[in-house]
């Protein structure tokens, strides 16, 4: 590990990429996930916003989602892949408060959004009748707010009471991102009473939306499971596969992170683990919800279409 001499108020991220090769390869990686990302999210905003067949309470979530992601990797991307060029690995005490902040802040409004999708899609398949009633545009914009909102709050009372922490120690986060169980190891004060307020918000924002949402999903399964059409079963199979993929792959790493007793957690294991729901997760969704629908699929060619007999 290399060694920094604290000399101000300044954190110093140690990073993601050694500085070897390999450490450059995957620093190139990540360059072209985080431009796929910006590129695929953006597109899907767009898709949604110009197709009139996505103007459905489902695609417009699904936007937000979109949005989401587009912030969430740009929060955490641009900073450390211009701190492996420049050699400049510092970030000041502000700006690692606003990282923390605007990073909780899209993490817990994204859990409360998949909880959002996964009951718009169990409300669809389960009670078609009665969608259009419970998913209004009115419930999807209450939804939407809801979730910025609680996300929100949340990471103001995080962020507020990390940094009232005295850091006495060295201000060296073995983390390419000013994560919160990360940064606690730095603290010079006992923390057990905000250790045990950081597990009941990830029970709060974490186990109990993927509770909720293994239990919709369940649910949804045993009614395709009932259905007479076969074209019916194959779409609300393709849909909520698409869902069940994204919420493993963005909730699992995430409780496994922050539910890690301190004294089994790892700086290495943890920032692999936050490889996935901070850079793959962003690039991932908009590719499976893409790829793997048939009505995106459908609106990419429209849209495609009326720009090329536009331009003729």
């Known amino acids: 590990m290399e060694n920094y001499t604290q000399t101000s108020t300044d954190f110093i991220l140690l990073g993601l990429f050694p500085p070897t090769r390999i450490g450059l390869f995957f620093f190139i990686v990540i360059i072209l996930i985080f431009l796929m990302a910006l590129f695929s999210n953006l597109s899907m905003i767009l898709l949604i916003f110009l ?28 900073k450390m892949a211009s701190d492996y060029p420049s050699g400049n690995k510092s970030i000041s005490f502000i700006g690692c408060g606003v990282q923390s902040c605007f990073f909780l802040n899209l993490a817990g409004a994204e859990t409360l959004l998949l909880i959002s999708m996964a009951y718009d899609r169990y409300m669809a398949i389960c009670f078609p009748l009665h969608y259009p009633i419970r998913m209004s545009k009115k419930v999807c914009v209450l939804m939407i707010t809801g979730s910025w909102i ?31 169980p990360t940064m606690l190891t730095l603290a010079c004060m006992d923390t057990w009473v905000y250790e045990y307020t950081v597990f009941v ?18 649910r949804v399964l045993f009614t395709i499971c009932h259905m007479r059409s076969t074209e019916g079963r194959k779409k609300a199979y393709s849909t909520c596969s698409s869902h069940l993929t994204v919420v493993t792959l963005y909730f699992g790493p995430f409780v496994y992170t922050y539910l890690r007793p301190r004294s089994f957690q790892s700086p290495t294991e943890d920032k692999v683990l936050a490889v996935f729901y901070t850079i793959l997760t962003p690039v991932l969704n908009p590719i499976i919800y893409s790829l793997r629908n048939k009505e995106v699929m459908g609106a990419l060619s429209r849209v495609i279409q009326r720009f090329c007999s536009v331009n003729m």
């Not at 979530?61 to 955490?76: A, C, G, V």
């Not at 995080?158 to 073995?174: A, E, K």
């Not at 918000?201 to 999903?217: H, M």
């Open 150 to 180: 609680m996300g929100l709050v949340n990471s103001c009372a995080h962020t507020l009471y990390d940094f009232r922490i005295p850091y006495c120690r060295s201000r060296t986060i073995n983390h390419f991102f000013c994560d919160v």
């Open 201 to 218: 918000s990830t029970i709060l924002f974490l186990v109990f939306p993927f509770i909720g949402t293994a239990c919709s999903y369940g």
């Open 51 to 78: 197709d009139t067949h996505l103007h459905t309470p489902m695609y417009f979530l699904l936007s937000q989602l979109s949005l989401i992601d587009l912030n969430y990797i740009s929060t955490i991307v641009p």
